[in-house]
Structure formats: C-alpha cells, structure tokens
C-alpha cells in the first residue's frame, strides 16, 4: 500500500513538471539572453542582427567584394576551411577593419568597400556564429563523408558543397527542413534544429537518389555524458 503511494505521488510530481517545464525553459532562454546580451555591452557593440542586413553581407561576403568576394581565401560560410585565410565567423566590425589595415592579401579591398558593407558583412559572420557548422561534400553524385555527426539540440548549419557540374535538388528525408537546389560547384546551406541524441536521418539529391549522405545526431565525445 505505502509502495503505490510512493509511486501515485512521484507521478503526480512527474505530470506537474512536465506541464511547468516549457515555462522554466523559457524562463532560462529569456536569462541567457539577457546575460549575454549585458556581457556583449561591456565588450562591444550589443549583437542585434537584421535579417536585411545579413542577406546583403552574405551577398558582399560571397561573391562582390572586390569583385570576388572575401569567400574566395575564407571559405563561402567563412569557415576558414579553404587553407588561405583563418576562420571569420562572429568577427566584428573592428576586426573586419583591422585585417583590412593589417593582411597584405586584403589591401585591395581597403578602397572597395563602403560603411556599409563592413556593417553588413559583420552583421552575416555574427549569424553565421550562431550555428555549428556541419560541412560535407558532394563528387560524382556521392557524399562525402558518407555519415555526418552533428550534435542533438544544436541549431546546426549544413553546408553542402556541390563539386559536380550538375545541379543538386538537396532533398532531406525526415527532417522538416525544406529542399532547395544546390547549383553546379557551388555551396548551399540548410539550417536545422536537430532533434536529441540518437536518431538518423538521410538526405539526397532528387537527381539522384540512391546516393544517400546520413545525417546521425550523436552526443560528442568530449562532451561530458550530462543528466
Ligand atoms: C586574397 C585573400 C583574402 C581575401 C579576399 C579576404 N581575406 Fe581576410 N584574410 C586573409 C588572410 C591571409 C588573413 C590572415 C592574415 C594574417 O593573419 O596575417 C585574413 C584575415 C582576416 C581577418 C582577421 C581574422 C582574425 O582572426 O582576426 C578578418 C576579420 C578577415 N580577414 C575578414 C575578411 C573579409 C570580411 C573579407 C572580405 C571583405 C576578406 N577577409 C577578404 C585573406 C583574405
């Protein structure tokens, strides 16, 4: 008898956390921001990004400036995975100023680039800083690697660079992200919220669909197993 109490209370406890836990998580989300917000204050300008803006420095990073786009040395999402050129993402705009005064490779586009486009560049490398970065290629129709891990709970940046010549309708299976055509040789990215650990997800080109990259949301390693 005192065992099924036991166990009609803990359920008891079980259903009203679970009906105050979107609250207290919403709570937490709203001090996080807060927090991070006053940090940023102290330090720099606060971070307040405008989706305009960010279109256009992705434009600017891409492929205009100076006609050739800061991608060319640092990699289309600025990854920094070219070998040319470090990684940029979340730079700010005194940074931006400082490698266009200090790197010789940049000298160039010390004339070329208004205000503007270093504010809007900065606004582009400061939301891509918000997503992890989960980066595969395609060669032949084939993905590569064949499996990508990316953490669970994690707004994640797929980037999908297309090698072939042939255009890719990136077409995911399961995940409530929507296709887009990838162009010949060139990089699309797809973000995706991913879902808790273990669960496997496919993604492929419509072209193309026995050719199959799997999406695995594992734990990483490093990370200490929490809860
Ligand atoms: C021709 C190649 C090239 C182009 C184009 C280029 N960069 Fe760079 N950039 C470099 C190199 C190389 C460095 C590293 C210089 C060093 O460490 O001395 C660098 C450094 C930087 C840094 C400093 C990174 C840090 O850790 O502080 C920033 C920021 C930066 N670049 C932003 C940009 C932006 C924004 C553009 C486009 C407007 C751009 N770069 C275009 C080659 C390039």
Known sequence: MRKLFTILTITVLLIAWASVTPFVVEQTQDFWTHWVSAQMEETDEPLELDPEKVAKGRIVFEKTAGDVGCAVCHGNFGMGDLATAPNVRGVDEVRIRGALEGAEEMEFLINVLT???????????????QFTPAEFQRRRGVFTPEIVIVPPNTDVQLIVNNIDRSECTFTFEGIDVEAEAIGGRSAEDFIWTT????????????????????LSVEEVEDASASE
């Open 115 to 129: 205000a503007d486009d270093i504010e809007n560049i900065a606004q582009f490398l400061q939301f891509l800083a």
């Open 195 to 214: 879902p808790e650990a273990d669960n496997t997800f496919t993604a492929f080109c419509a072209e193309n669909p026995e050719d199959v990259v799997t």
